[in-house]
């Protein structure tokens, strides 16, 4: 029933929020910071969750959250974070204070967040514990800038 109750909660990666946005034409540079967080969060993409599942008169419940997340930059470096801190213009080229990165090459990267859920739940007279990793992708692009002088 446990899984029942964990099935109807539709658990899925977090919405992945990333400076350079990862979109076309969108470059970030090397040397300068990039910052990742968890875009828009929903109770099914970080939680909490609870549901219930019930037979035969029994009934379980279970309680869902994200407790990390984990960005693989595609350059060797995973980088445990919380929910992060989202980008503002305003913030510049200052560094995340809670989930940030600095390439030190360019190229063409993979960046992969991995949502760490843990589910716990009891209900007829036992309990337990449950993780489950979700993963989410999206392609980012560092450039290098030179600088010419005359």
């Known amino acids: 029933m446990a899984q029942q109750a964990m099935a109807s909660?539709?658990?899925?990666?977090?919405?992945?929020?990333?400076?350079?946005?990862?979109?076309?034409?969108?470059?970030?540079?090397?040397?300068?910071?990039?910052?990742?967080?968890?875009?828009?969060?929903?109770?099914?993409?970080?939680?909490?969750?609870?549901?219930?599942?019930?037979?035969?008169?029994?009934?379980?419940?279970?309680t869902a959250k994200v407790s990390q997340v984990n960005w693989d930059m595609g350059d060797g470096q995973v980088v445990p974070c919380g929910a992060g801190t989202a980008y503002q213009d305003s913030f510049g080229r200052q560094s995340s204070p809670t989930c940030g990165h600095t390439y030190t090459r360019q190229g063409s990267y993979t960046v992969r967040a991995t949502s760490h859920?843990?589910?716990?739940?009891?209900?007829?007279?036992?309990?337990?514990?449950?993780?489950?990793?979700?993963?989410d992708s999206v392609p980012v692009t560092i450039g290098e800038a030179q600088v010419l002088k005359q």
């Open 9 to 62: 909660m539709q658990l899925r990666a977090i919405n992945i929020g990333l400076v350079p946005e990862p979109v076309a034409g969108s470059v970030g540079l090397v040397g300068m910071p990039n910052w990742m967080w968890v875009d828009a969060p929903t109770d099914n993409t970080w939680g909490p969750i609870t549901r219930s599942a019930s037979a035969a008169g029994y009934t379980v419940t279970a």
């Open 117 to 135: 859920w843990v589910i716990t739940w009891s209900g007829i007279g036992q309990s337990g514990t449950i993780t489950m990793d979700l993963t």
